[in-house]
């Protein structure tokens, strides 16, 4: 056996790190715990020493996972923003938590294949989403004291709904690609597809819903601006 490593924390976000991908590219019954070891290199024996067992490290992965797309979602600073700037924020980095970090994509495809069997073994899973409703919750009801929001929003539908549109195209890209005829994954379709989230979630919310300009529209208005 491999001696423990002198540093445990970093022996063990290196071997998550590798895990990440085995499980991703291979699911949990494709992924090889020696294929994981040797990226390491390690014994196999130290990842059992610091996961137990291939599930422990499979939740283990999953919990790292959803970690690092809570903080990406960057709740913390959008509590004290304008309600309506704070929830187009809060789609935003939602989009771009699953754009930059495909591997969350399979991994959720994985988990859900297993209906949740290896995540509902966690004790984490819930406690990292409590203050993530509880964030889209406290901007819903400044929106609503400020007069801008409608009353009656429930927080958890509202992230449901914006996380879908976020989670839909981007896990279903190439498919809808040739379905559709469209190119879900180039810069200028994503970022168009993002508006389009923006404005009907933010319309949903709206006590009054108001015209929110493209970005041709805007382009437009400046062109205009600056030839008069």
Same mark, same amino acid.
């Given at each position: 056996?491999?001696? !423990? +490593?002198?540093?445990?924390?970093?022996? /063990?976000?290196?071997?998550?790190k590798y895990a990440t991908d085995e499980f991703?590219? &291979?699911? &949990?019954?494709?992924? /090889?715990? %020696? /294929?994981?070891?040797? !990226?390491c290199k390690l014994s196999k024996n130290m990842l059992y020493y610091y996961f137990k067992s291939k599930e422990g490290l499979f939740i283990a992965v999953l919990e790292r996972m959803y970690q690092?797309? /809570?903080?990406?979602? !960057? %709740?913390? +600073?959008? !509590?004290? +923003?304008?309600?309506l700037r704070a929830l187009e924020q809060l789609i935003r980095h939602t989009f771009h938590a699953f754009e930059s970090n495909p591997n969350t994509i399979l991994l959720l495809n994985e988990e859900n294949k297993h209906r949740a069997k290896y995540i509902r073994k966690s004790h984490r899973t819930r406690e990292m989403y409590y203050p993530l409703i509880d964030t889209v919750g406290l901007v819903l009801e400044k929106g609503q004291r400020e007069g801008v929001f409608r009353p009656g929003l429930d927080p958890t539908d509202v992230y449901l709904t914006l996380a879908s549109m976020c989670y839909h195209v981007l896990s279903n890209q190439y498919t809808l690609e040739i379905a559709l005829n469209r190119n879900f994954g180039a810069t200028r379709v994503k970022s168009k597809w993002l508006d389009h989230i923006v404005d009907v979630i933010s319309m949903y919310c709206m006590l009054e819903p108001v015209h929110r300009p493209s970005e041709k529209e805007k382009t437009q208005k400046n062109a205009l601006t600056a030839a008069s």
């Open positions: 056996m491999a001696r !423990r +490593s002198a540093d445990p924390v970093r022996t /063990r976000e290196k071997i998550l991703a590219r &291979f699911g &949990f019954g494709g992924a /090889r715990t %020696d /294929r994981i070891a040797a !990226r690092t797309l /809570r903080d990406n979602q !960057r %709740d913390l +600073s959008i !509590r004290a +923003s304008d309600p």
